[in-house]
């Protein structure tokens, strides 16, 4: 067991060469995605595909929310109020750091599985 985790990783998660390592990995990244991604065994299965799964998402609704954050302003002005406005771009701008944060513990966590993977005898 590491000494440290990275300052990125989940707190339900359990370090890397922990007995519930796996486990508790893939609990967690199924509470970052859209509950039928539950529907796939595959996923629970395989936490590997289900981490790249999980970025690729999360990456996609950054993406969106960068997106959003750019056009929001000019593509509702004719229909919101100025205050109203600026409780939506900030609404995009913390929705933006916390799908940030997520999408960098789900890269750590998946660097950690792979890098189990690898150690494991096959």
């Known amino acids: 067991m590491p000494d440290h985790l990275p300052p990125d990783w989940p707190a339900s998660v359990h370090p890397p060469g922990s007995a519930d ?12 995605v859209p509950a039928d991604y539950r529907l796939h065994g ?12 999980a970025s690729d998402h999360l990456g996609a609704c950054l993406e969106a929310t960068r997106q959003g954050y ?14 109203v406005l600026d ?3 900030n609404a995009y701008l913390v929705e933006g750091r916390r799908l940030a944060e997520t999408l960098r513990a789900v890269r750590t966590v998946d660097e950690a599985l792979r890098a189990a993977a690898k150690s494991v005898p096959g």
């Open 70 to 83: 750019r056009t929001a302003r000019v593509d509702l002005r004719e229909h919101l109020a100025p205050p």
């Open 21 to 32: 390592f796996a486990e508790t990995a893939t609990a967690w990244l199924f509470d970052q």
């Open 87 to 89: 409780q939506v771009m």
């Open 42 to 53: 595959v996923l629970r299965r395989h936490p590997i595909a289900l981490s790249r799964l």
